[in-house]
Every structure is written in structure tokens, then in C-alpha cells.
């Protein structure tokens, strides 16, 4: 049946396709002044009345910024720090999401119930108990430091058991009359089925990690040690004179990797969203 096109579906059509457009417009924007700034020359970045391309454009200020501060270092740590945790949360979201959903052991729902109660409980309630116990450990200014706390998460165990738990059970139960054991079973049949949930917590847990602010500037006090964040925030702090024009080029090489992945990942981060919902 052919949708009739009548004044008042135009006109709501219409309406429509320009709320879109002032929405992708008001999204886009500071992305664009953002990338824009970080090329102009830093009279045209004060200039007023201000323009969003600029006439003069230059490469001054990210070879400033890289000069000021040691962003490949803040780079190295930012990427070893953001891969590592995010590799270990997969992991061991992936596993305890699987043992809540289809497997039987004593004081599961207990025991689950206060792993969700951990998701109420603010960052700034557990920083000094951390921080005090890292110190203990000798794993400040460590690696080790930075990824052990952030191996595994509430939300991302509760996320793996929901997927986990739409899976039919007839597949498990196929796959022990085959003889397959409870590894087999899931690393080749369960694992395989939830791939769209893996990519979508791994980029929700990158993009937490690679913009950790707070976390990194408690756990690292040596240069050689800082994430890309916490560095950029210690730089814009750290001077008298402000300089725009490296700040924005810092912003810039932050947010390019989470962008680019974001770009190649989004099929599956879309479909993920769309098909699974999160629901018990």
C-alpha cells in the first residue's frame, strides 16, 4: 500500500530532515573547530571575530606539543595501559558472564547480586583504599599498577551474562552428547555467538580507558609513567602562558585512534546494540 503524500506528510517530512541536519550539525561541529584549530596559527585561533577554517594554516603546534611534553611516551603508555586492561577484561568479563548464565554453583545469585551492588558504589569511595593498597603491593608508577584493578568490571560481567543467557540451551546441550567439555563448549560454540558483545564492550571499555583522567593521575606520579590524558591535563595546568593551538593538537592525536576504531568497529557496535538488548 502506497503512503499518500498529503500537505501534512511533507511538511512533517520536512521537519524532520531538518531537525536531522541541525542535530548532525550541532554533533559535527566542535569536532570540525576542533580539527580546524588545531591547524590555524595561534593570532587566528584569538582572532575576533572568530572563523571555524581559518586563512593561515600550520603544523606549529604539533610539533609544540611534542616539544613541551613527551607525547610519544604519554602514546606508548596510553596504548599498553588502554589494550592490556581491555584484552584481560574480555577475558574475565567473558568467563564470569558465561559461569552466571549457564552454569550451577553454590551462591550464584548471591554472589552476582553483590558484584551488581559494586556498580553503585562511586570511584571517589574506593581511590584511597586503592591507592593504599597499591602502595602496599610496591605497583605504583607500574604497569601492573595501571591494569591489574582494571582487568575485570561489574558492568562488563553483568553485559557478557545477558548475552549469554539469550543463547539456547539446546546448543550446550548438543555440543556434551558431541563430547565436548565445558572449555570447548565455550570457546568454540558460546564464544563464537556473542562476538557482537565483545566488540561492543571492548569499545566501550577502550574508550574508558584511553580517557581515564582521574584514575591514571592517581595511580602514576613519574612523567615516564603518564597516560596520554592525564598528560595533556598536567600540561594545560602545568603554564602560566596558554598556548591553544598545542592544547587542540593534543586533542586531536587523542581522540584519532578512538575515532578511526570507532569508524572500522561501527557495523558490529550498531548491530550489537540493535538485536541483543541487554535484558535477562
Request: contains cysteine; charged residues 15%.
Amino acid at each position: 500500500m502506497r503512503k499518500k503524500f498529503t500537505s501534512e506528510n511533507i511538511i512533517l517530512g520536512f521537519m524532520k530532515y531538518i531537525g536531522l541536519c541541525l542535530l548532525i550539525a550541532a554533533v559535527l561541529f566542535p569536532l570540525i573547530w576542533l580539527f580546524a584549530g588545531a591547524f590555524k596559527i595561534e593570532k587566528q585561533i584569538l582572532a575576533y571575530p572568530p572563523t571555524i577554517i581559518g586563512t593561515k594554516h600550520s603544523l606549529k603546534s604539533f610539533a609544540r606539543i611534542f616539544k613541551s611534553i613527551p607525547m610519544a611516551v604519554y602514546l606508548k603508555n596510553t596504548v599498553i595501559f588502554s589494550v592490556c586492561s581491555t584484552s584481560l577484561a574480555l577475558l574475565f568479563d567473558t568467563m564470569s558472564g558465561y559461569a552466571f548464565a549457564r552454569l550451577q554453583f553454590k551462591g550464584k545469585n548471591i554472589l552476582f547480586i553483590i558484584i551488581l551492588m559494586t556498580m553503585m558504589v562511586p570511584f571517589q569511595v574506593m581511590m584511597i583504599p586503592l591507592f593504599l593498597e597499591s602502595h602496599f603491593l610496591g605497583i605504583l608508577n607500574t604497569y601492573p599498577g595501571l591494569i591489574l584493578p582494571k582487568m575485570t568490571t561489574a558492568f562488563g560481567i553483568f553485559m557478557m551474562r545477558s548475552y549469554f543467557s539469550q543463547l539456547p540451551k539446546d546448543l550446550e546441550e548438543a555440543a556434551r552428547v558431541d563430547g565436548l567439555n565445558e572449555a570447548g563448549i565455550f570457546y568454540k560454540i558460546m564464544v563464537p555467538l556473542v562476538k557482537p558483545g565483545l566488540l561492543t564492550l571492548g569499545i566501550f571499555h577502550l574508550m574508558n580507558t584511553w580517557n581515564d583522567l582521574l584514575y591514571p593521575l592517581m595511580m602514576t606520579s613519574d612523567v615516564k609513567m603518564r597516560t596520554l590524558a592525564a598528560g595533556l591535563a598536567l600540561f594545560v595546568g602545568e603554564r602560566a602562558t596558554t598556548y591553544y593551538g598545542p592544547q587542540l593538537a593534543g586533542a586531536v592525536i587523542s581522540i584519532m585512534p578512538l575515532l578511526v576504531l570507532y569508524i572500522f568497529f561501527q557495523k558490529y557496535f550498531v548491530a550489537s546494540v540493535a538485536t541483543s538488548g541487554i535484558k535477562d
